[in-house]
């Protein structure tokens, strides 16, 4: 499976982007998928993620103002985050896998920067 994340780029605090991962292969709806990120100086953190039947999990820093989905005809997952902070700042990656903590395959990341 090979993942390419797109829609990152730079909104200002209370503002919203919504991020996209295409994956390859036909294998898709049959993998769990989530959403990652990584802060400058900081280790790389959970977001989101969506198993095969849809339910959903996430961090809490993000509850109530990130929403995961997926669209399995279209081989993509997306992540809608409203009413961001500063601190979302993060590259973000997305990732799949068999399950929620055996995450095998990721993509190259996207920049997601919050001005205050």
């Known amino acids: 499976v090979q993942l390419q994340a797109f829609g990152g780029g730079l909104v200002q605090a209370g503002g919203s982007l919504r991020l996209s991962c295409a994956a390859s292969g036909r294998t898709f709806r049959s993998y769990a998928m989530g959403w990652f990120r990584q802060a400058p100086g900081k280790e790389r953190e959970f977001v989101a993620a969506?198993?095969?039947?849809?339910?959903?999990q996430y961090a809490d820093s993000v509850k109530g103002r990130f929403t995961i989905s997926r669209d399995n005809a279209k081989n993509t997952v997306y992540l809608q985050m409203n009413s961001l902070k500063p601190e979302d700042t993060a590259v973000y990656y997305c990732?799949?896998?068999?399950?929620?903590?055996?995450?095998?395959?990721w993509g190259q990341g996207t920049l997601v920067t919050v001005s205050s």
């Open positions: 969506i198993r095969v039947g849809g339910t959903t």
């Open positions: 990732a799949a896998g068999p399950t929620l903590t055996n995450m095998n395959y």
